[in-house]
C-alpha cells in the first residue's frame, strides 16, 4: 500500500488557476483510507513478448528516432505517445502529468496559491470555468460558472491542452491576465482582465440567524480542503452548544477538493441506514460506503447547489437529498460523477485515469446531468448580467451585449432603464443620467468607462446584500416553515 500527501483528493478533474496548477479527484480507497498500489510487471527483455498492437508503436518510435531529418528528443516521443493514447479516450477526466506537472499538482494543495482564484475543466472539447473561490480576484472580474474560455492575453485557447492554458493563466501576484470568454446568452466573446493576488484557502464561513426567535445556522464551504472537515466540525459544534433551529449547508460555486473532507463530514450527518455513495467497478459491481452514525440531527437541514458545485458538493448533495430526505435548494449542479485514480510511472510523471463511477445512495450517476434542486429558486436576473466592456462609450441606438448587461444592471439598481434586451433606448440614457447624478460623475446620459467603473462597482455591492440571495432567503424561510 502506498500513502500520499495527495492520495483522498477529489477530482473534477479541473484546475486551481494558481501557481500551483490543478486540484484534483476522487480516489479509490481501502478501509484504511490508503490507495491500492497498482501492479507492476518487470519489463521485458527485448520486445519478444509485446502485444502484436505494441509492435506498430516501436516501430513508428524507433523510424523517428533514427530517421526523421532533424534531431528528435526521445523522451518528448514518449511523452506525445502517452499523451496520445490518453487523449483518443475523450475524457477530459483521464491525464497525463508529465514529472513536472506532477510537482506542481502536490503543490498546489498548499494552504494558499498565486493567481486568479477560479478551477477549470474541459466540457465539451471546450475549456470551462467550474467556478471563481469566493471574494477571488475571478469572482470580482465577474467571471461566472460554465464560462467558456476562448482567448488567453488575446490568443486563442484552440489547440491547448488543459495544462498550457493553466500555465497561461497563472502567474504571480500584482501581474493581470486577460480572459475572453463566451457565455449563454452573448452573440460575441468578452475579454475579463483580472489581476492575479495571493489566494489564501480558507474553506469554512459559519453564521447563525435570528429569524423570529429561532436560530438557524449556516455553513458555507467553498471548497474541500484538508482543514474543511474539521473547520465544519467546529462551526457545527459552536452553534450547537445554544439551541439551534436549523441549518443550511451552502455548497454554491463549491468545485469540489478531498474526498476525506466530504466523507468526515457526511459522516456526522447521514445515519447508518443507507450508503452516502456508491463506487461502482468497470464490471458493474456496485460498492456502497457507509457511516456509523446513528441518529439523525435533531433539527432540519437544507442544502444551498447552483451550477458551479461540482463533484465533492455533489456527493455531499447527493447523499443529503437521497440518505436523509434533505431537500436541496437552489440550481442544478455541475455533473461530475467520474471516479479517478492517479498511477505514478517511476520517474515522477503520473497518469491520473478514470477507473471507477460514483452513484448517489439510489444508484443515480449524475455524470453530465447534474442533481436536480427540489426547490428550484433562481437570483434575481441582474445577477446573471456580465462585466461591461466599454472601448469606446455606449450610446443612444447602440444595440450589443454590453448595453444588455449595463441595463439588467441599473434595473436591479432600480434606475429602470425601460428594457434589458441590449438596445440603447432613451428611457436607457434618463437611467443612465440618474445614475451620474446619483454618483456624481459628468452626466452625459452616456457609459463611458467611468460611469460603467461606477455602475458595475454598484451592482457587485447589490449582490453581495444578504437579502437580494434568493437562494439564501429560500432556504431560511423553508427552515423557519418547519419551526412553527
Do not use: C
Not at 377 to 389: E, G, K, N, W
Amino acid at each position: 500500500m502506498v500513502k500520499r500527501k495527495w492520495v483522498a483528493v477529489l477530482v473534477l478533474f479541473s484546475f486551481m488557476i494558481g501557481a500551483g496548477g490543478m486540484y484534483g479527484g476522487l480516489l479509490v480507497l481501502d478501509g484504511n483510507e490508503n490507495i491500492a498500489e497498482p501492479q507492476r510487471q518487470a519489463p521485458e527483455q527485448g520486445n519478444e513478448n509485446l502485444p502484436d498492437e505494441l509492435h506498430k508503436v516501436q516501430t513508428v518510435y524507433e523510424v523517428i528516432a533514427n530517421q526523421y531529418v532533424e534531431k528528435v528528443n526521445r523522451t518528448q516521443l514518449i511523452e506525445g505517445a502517452i499523451d496520445g493514447m490518453v487523449s483518443s479516450l475523450k475524457d477530459p477526466y483521464s491525464v497525463y502529468m508529465d514529472a513536472e506537472t506532477a510537482k506542481q499538482f502536490e503543490e498546489s494543495l498548499d494552504s494558499s496559491f498565486e493567481g486568479i482564484g477560479a478551477e477549470i475543466t474541459v466540457v465539451d472539447g471546450k475549456l470551462t470555468i467550474v467556478a471563481p473561490f469566493k471574494d477571488s480576484p475571478a469572482e470580482k472580474a465577474g467571471l461566472k460558472p460554465k464560462d467558456q474560455i476562448v482567448t488567453i492575453d488575446g490568443k486563442t485557447v484552440s489547440g491547448l491542452t488543459i495544462y498550457e492554458a493553466t500555465k497561461k493563466i497563472r502567474g504571480k501576484k500584482g501581474s493581470t491576465v486577460t480572459i475572453g470568454i463566451m457565455r449563454p446568452g452573448m452573440t460575441k466573446s468578452l475579454n475579463v482582465k483580472v489581476k492575479r493576488d495571493n489566494i489564501p484557502i480558507e474553506t469554512v464561513f459559519a453564521k447563525v440567524k435570528e429569524k423570529q426567535g429561532k436560530r438557524i445556522g449556516v455553513i458555507e464551504m467553498t471548497s474541500f480542503s484538508e482543514e474543511t472537515a474539521k473547520d465544519f466540525k467546529s462551526a457545527l459544534k459552536k452553534m450547537e452548544k445554544k439551541e439551534l433551529n436549523g441549518l443550511i449547508i451552502d455548497v454554491r460555486g463549491n468545485p469540489g477538493g478531498f474526498l476525506t473532507s466530504v466523507e468526515a463530514i457526511l459522516k456526522e450527518l447521514v445515519t447508518e441506514n443507507k450508503p452516502y455513495m456508491q463506487i461502482e467497478e468497470k464490471s458493474g459491481r456496485k460498492v456502497p460506503y457507509f457511516s456509523e452514525t446513528k441518529k439523525v440531527k435533531p433539527y432540519p437541514i437544507a442544502v444551498l447547489t447552483d451550477e458551479g458545485s461540482a463533484s465533492a458538493s455533489e456527493i455531499l448533495a447527493g447523499a443529503l437529498k437521497e440518505a436523509e430526505g434533505y431537500p436541496i435548494i437552489g440550481e442544478t449542479s455541475f455533473g461530475k460523477g467520474t471516479v479517478q485514480q492517479p498511477v505514478p510511472l517511476g520517474d515522477g510523471s503520473n497518469l491520473k485515469l478514470t477507473t471507477h463511477k460514483w452513484l448517489t445512495p439510489n444508484g443515480n450517476w449524475i455524470h453530465n446531468k447534474g442533481i436536480q434542486p427540489d426547490i428550484e429558486v433562481r437570483q434575481p436576473h441582474y445577477f446573471y448580467a456580465h462585466p461591461l466592456q466599454v472601448n469606446k462609450p455606449l450610446t443612444r441606438e447602440m444595440n450589443n451585449d454590453s448595453v444588455k448587461s449595463a441595463q439588467m444592471m441599473l434595473d436591479g439598481l432600480g434606475y429602470a432603464p425601460g428594457r434589458t434586451d441590449g438596445y440603447f433606448s432613451e428611457e436607457t440614457e434618463k437611467a443612465v443620467r440618474a445614475l451620474q447624478v446619483q454618483e456624481e460623475i459628468k452626466v452625459t446620459g452616456k457609459i463611458d468607462k467611468q460611469t460603467a467603473n461606477q455602475l458595475e462597482q454598484k451592482w457587485m455591492e447589490e449582490m453581495k446584500k444578504e437579502k437580494n440571495d434568493l437562494q439564501l432567503q429560500a432556504a431560511l424561510s423553508y427552515i423557519k416553515s418547519l419551526n412553527k
